[in-house]
């Protein structure tokens, strides 16, 4: 079975500075990895995926993830936070089965 | 674009009443899912199916049931509604092996 712990479920940031949100799974596979975001009362947009390919993901609006087999971690980061990214953000997983494995999201907060 | 359509953005039904939500996609995606969203619980998936009239439990499939008769349409149904399944359902579909595309949600209250 698959499956991926958000280590914080509330972060805080001010405006310029770096983002780090953290992620370990868990797959009896090779696993494919994905964050998503969901901005309030919006859908679910996917932000990158790890598929086995290089390690060092580049996602949609200056996001970016590393994929460390040897700590089962899918970290994501941004060096410089911007008001618009206040977010709830989804590490997911998905395995052998094709389903995804959510996350149980991490809200990002951004203050001036 | 592929398009992921839920037929209700809200819902209020009474505790009892027999629900269906439908799912409706139409780029051929052979994979269909229905999650619920809940505060601090992420996305859970309740059932999902790879085919034509097949169908698989995902976490938590208690409560509900699902059909899929064509490829296109794949619905949940709660067959007696209760206060603890309000919740955002989200559906979605995948080819066998690619990208998702969620729907845009379906917000149920049951009272």
């Known amino acids: 079975a698959q499956s991926v712990t958000q280590l914080d479920s509330h972060v805080s940031v001010s405006e310029g500075t770096p983002v780090l949100l953290r992620c370990n799974y868990s797959s009896s596979y090779s696993p494919s990895l994905f964050w998503y975001v969901q901005h309030p009362n919006k859908g679910l947009q996917l932000l990158l995926k790890y598929t086995s390919a290089a390690t060092l993901v580049k996602g949609i609006n200056g996001f970016e993830a590393e994929f460390k087999k040897s700590e089962t971690s899918f970290h994501l980061t941004k060096p410089s936070a911007h008001m618009s990214d206040a977010a709830e953000y989804f590490c997911?997983?998905?395995?052998?089965?094709?389903?995804?494995?959510f996350g149980k999201g991490t809200s990002l907060l951004v203050t001036p | 674009d592929v398009k992921v359509t839920q037929s209700s953005r809200y819902l209020v039904k009474r505790t009892g009443e027999k629900v269906f939500l439908e799912c409706v996609q139409d780029m051929d995606h052979e994979n269909m899912f229905w999650y619920r969203q809940d505060p601090g619980l992420g996305l859970r998936l309740i059932y999902f199916?790879?085919?034509?009239?097949?169908?698989e439990k995902g976490d938590i499939p208690e409560g509900y049931s699902v059909s899929r008769e064509k490829k296109e349409r794949f619905s949940l149904i709660l067959e007696s509604a209760s206060t603890n399944q309000t919740s955002m359902y989200l559906c979605a579909s995948s080819p066998r092996a690619g990208s998702y595309t969620f729907g845009s949600g379906t917000r149920l209250t049951v009272v």
């Open positions: 997911v997983v998905s395995g052998f089965t094709h389903a995804l494995n």
């Open positions: 199916s790879y085919d034509v009239k097949m169908k």
